[in-house]
């Protein structure tokens, strides 16, 4: 079994910054695609960043040019550094990767909360 374990989140005022963490545990052989989602209240869960194994990265328009994802293979850990928080980024956040390959099982965070004040 594989886990994906969150870390950090939390309350911030808007302008501030915020780091996501997310590392996966278990048994695989390799993570293909890492990514955050969020999900507000009463709102569909929304993409808000993707990286693939070759570290190429796509983010929402929404978070263009706040939000960077990255990971560390070594670690099987992706990361989201939140920068210039809106108010409207309050969501709970979650992570996701796909492990494996033929067959690849996808496989998610516990969620984190992330609020941002005016």
């Known amino acids: 079994q594989v886990q994906l374990v969150q870390s950090g989140g939390g309350l911030v005022q808007a302008g501030e910054s915020l780091r996501l963490s997310c590392a996966a545990s278990?048994?695989?052989?390799?993570?293909?695609?890492m990514a955050w989602y969020r999900q507000a209240p009463e709102k569909q869960r929304e993409l808000v960043a993707v990286?693939?194994?070759?570290?190429?990265?796509n983010y929402a328009d929404s978070v263009k040019g706040r939000f960077t994802i990255s990971r560390d293979n070594a670690k099987s850990t992706v990361y989201l550094q939140m920068n210039s928080l809106k108010p409207e980024d309050t969501a709970v956040y979650y992570c996701?990767?796909?492990?494996?390959?033929?067959?690849?099982?996808?496989?998610w965070g516990q969620g984190t909360q992330v609020t941002v004040t005016s």
């Open positions: 996701s990767m796909v492990v494996g390959f033929l067959p690849q099982y996808t496989y």
């Open positions: 278990g048994k695989f052989f390799s993570i293909d695609a």
């Open positions: 990286i693939t194994s070759g570290g190429s990265t």
